[in-house]
């Protein structure tokens, strides 16, 4: 049976609106699809069109996506469409697709070497490294030196995500400290505690004071990190942004060789995400760049994912087509 004759046949079963989603494949292109209205199929048999539509080799096409488990479904549903070519196509997730680009351009961070990407284990290493150097009132109690280590990450992921620098970070809390401080609301004026610190004054500086400790460790983290030429896995998307923000030869490289370029769950992205395809082809009139996603399986705010970051495609490329799919083949 011929790929062909697969990819035809499967064609001829979409819907209307799917057919506009697979045909229209230039130019910037946004899609909402809810649940069960064929995300995958839709992204696959684009990818096929392209292929069959232009002189592009599978090589040119850049499909980015979250997981490990959603690049090898795309793969899968490539190669029954299209055999043996699906394996030229680049299918990644943000994250690797990022350490390969900082593998290749690390000089434009000022790196003598590529960075090594930490596992897990080497970041709790570091983490563990950073409570001892230092005293901490807050984030080191007696007996559970570790107690606050996931909460610290996801705290430090999101920072990175929205890309929130330590240093920006420390001294927002430095503001916010000396406001409340020197704040005459925050005095009492009647009663046994005239001229004292409210109660409710002094909380929020103690709670100010622990996050305070928390910006200093993510501070002093960073730093750790700089010193052994190690990225943590948030690191990434930062550095893959960093090095299009000071590389014109970068960003041609990559403009170059990815001449279609795909975006699975945008809904999932974070502004970091978002400002890579801005940094490198927001200033390219009409992008070959589709996004699909479902508005309504934001979950707002995790991991950095919001729905103006959902919703800002339309504001970087404000004449892009928006196709909505509502048939849900899965009920």
Same mark, same amino acid.
């Given at each position: 049976?011929?790929?062909?004759?697969?990819?035809?046949?499967?064609?001829?079963?979409?819907?209307?609106?799917?057919?506009?989603?697979?045909?229209?494949?230039?130019?910037?292109?946004?899609?909402?699809?809810?649940?069960?209205?064929?995300?995958?199929?839709?992204? &696959?048999?684009?990818?096929?069109?392209?292929?069959?539509?232009?002189?592009?080799?599978?090589?040119?096409?850049?499909?980015?996506?979250?997981?490990?488990? &959603?690049?090898? &479904?795309?793969?899968?549903?490539?190669? /029954?469409?299209?055999?043996?070519?699906?394996?030229?196509?680049?299918?990644?997730?943000?994250?690797?697709? /990022?350490?390969?680009?900082?593998?290749?351009?690390?000089?434009?961070?000022?790196?003598?070497?590529?960075?090594?990407?930490?596992?897990?284990?080497?970041?709790? #290493?570091?983490?563990?490294?950073?409570?001892?150097?230092?005293?901490?009132? $807050?984030?080191?109690?007696?007996?559970?030196?570790?107690?606050?280590?996931?909460?610290?990450?996801?705290?430090?992921?999101?920072?990175?995500?929205?890309?929130?620098?330590?240093?920006?970070?420390? #001294?927002?809390?430095?503001?916010?400290?000396?406001?409340?401080?020197?704040?005459?609301?925050?005095?009492?004026?009647?009663?046994?505690?005239?001229?004292?610190?409210?109660?409710?004054?002094?909380?929020?500086?103690?709670?100010?004071?622990?996050?305070?400790?928390?910006?200093?460790?993510?501070?002093?983290?960073?730093?750790?990190?700089?010193?052994?030429?190690?990225?943590? $896995?948030?690191?990434?998307?930062? =550095?893959?942004?960093?090095?299009?923000?000071?590389?014109? =030869? &970068?960003? @041609?490289?990559? +403009?170059?060789?990815?001449?279609?370029?795909?975006?699975?769950?945008?809904?999932? #992205?974070?502004?970091?995400? =978002?400002?890579?395809?801005?940094?490198?082809?927001?200033?390219?009139?009409?992008?070959?760049?589709?996004?699909?996603?479902?508005? +309504?399986?934001?979950?707002?705010?995790?991991?950095? @994912?919001?729905?103006?970051?959902?919703?800002?495609?339309?504001?970087?490329?404000? =004449? @892009?087509?928006?196709?909505?799919?509502?048939?849900?083949?899965? #009920?």
């Amino acid at each position: 049976m011929k790929k062909e004759g697969v990819f035809e046949r499967e064609y001829e079963k979409l819907n209307t609106e799917q057919k506009k989603a697979v045909d229209t494949i230039n130019g910037p292109v946004m899609v909402v699809a809810g649940p069960g209205t064929g995300k995958t199929q839709i992204l &696959a048999m684009r990818i096929g069109n392209i292929l069959r539509k232009t002189d592009i080799k599978g090589d040119g096409i850049l499909c980015l996506t979250f997981t490990n488990s &959603a690049v090898e &479904a795309m793969k899968d549903r490539l190669r /029954g469409y299209l055999g043996g070519a699906a394996d030229d196509v680049n299918i990644f997730t943000f994250h690797s697709f /990022g350490m390969k680009v900082i593998e290749e351009h690390y000089s434009v961070l000022g790196l003598a070497a590529a960075p090594k990407l930490l596992d897990e284990i080497d970041t709790i #290493s570091i983490f563990d490294e950073v409570l001892e150097k230092s005293s901490w009132q $807050y984030l080191k109690p007696r007996g559970e030196h570790s107690r606050y280590f996931k909460d610290m990450r996801s705290i430090f992921s999101l920072l990175k995500r929205e890309r929130i620098i330590s240093e920006y970070f420390l #001294s927002k809390i430095e503001e916010d400290l000396e406001f409340v401080k020197n704040d005459p609301e925050n005095i009492s004026t009647r009663g046994e505690s005239k001229g004292e610190m409210k109660k409710e004054a002094q909380n929020k500086i103690e709670s100010l004071e622990r996050t305070r400790e928390v910006a200093k460790f993510f501070e002093l983290y960073e730093d750790t990190k700089k010193l052994k030429n190690v990225f943590d $896995y948030d690191d990434v998307l930062e =550095n893959l942004v960093k090095i299009m923000e000071k590389s014109k =030869n &970068a960003v @041609a490289d990559v +403009r170059e060789r990815y001449l279609f370029v795909l975006v699975d769950e945008h809904q999932d #992205s974070s502004r970091v995400q =978002n400002e890579f395809l801005k940094t490198v082809w927001g200033k390219v009139e009409q992008p070959d760049i589709f996004v699909v996603g479902d508005d +309504r399986q934001l979950i707002y705010g995790f991991s950095g @994912a919001s729905i103006d970051h959902f919703k800002g495609f339309n504001k970087t490329w404000k =004449n @892009a087509k928006l196709i909505t799919l509502v048939d849900n083949y899965r #009920s």
